[in-house]
Nanobody, 120 residues
Framework: QVHLVESGGGLVQPGGSLRLSCAASGSILLINAMGWYRQAPGKERELVAAITSGGSPNYANSVKGRFFISRDSTKNTVYLQMNSLKPEDTAVYYC??????????????WGQGTQVTVSS
């Protein structure tokens, strides 16, 4: 069994911050690359951030400078720190384990998602 469990979503005002956590269990080891996707209603799924097994992060242009991905292998946990949140960040956020192919990250194991709503 493989499990990725996200937590930390919720309602926040514009300009606020949230930290999402993703706890991995089962056969997933955080030696793999990990990433966060998001999907808003009526929009395509978007890769927000990913981190290599060596700890090198990559970000979508839409969140660069505001979101930060990190990992703690001792806790088998990946984090997404989200600052200066905007209403357009509202979406369901999914934690994934995946791999890089030709420099691009692809998730293959997915968590159940956590809702982030940015609204006043």
């Amino acid at each position: 069994q493989v499990h990725l469990v996200e937590s930390g979503g919720g309602l926040v005002q514009p300009g606020g911050s949230l930290r999402l956590s993703c706890a991995a269990s089962g056969s997933i080891l955080l030696i793999n690359a990990m990433g966060w996707y998001r999907q808003a209603p009526g929009k395509e799924r978007e890769l927000v951030a990913a981190i290599t097994s060596g700890g090198s992060p990559n970000y979508a242009n839409s969140v660069k400078g505001r979101f930060f991905i990190s990992r703690d292998s001792t806790k088998n946990t990946v984090y997404l720190q989200m600052n200066s949140l905007k209403p357009e960040d509202t979406a369901v956020y999914y934690c994934t384990r995946g791999s890089y192919y030709s420099g691009k990250y692809y998730g293959d194991y997915w968590g159940q998602g956590t809702q982030v709503t940015v609204s006043s």
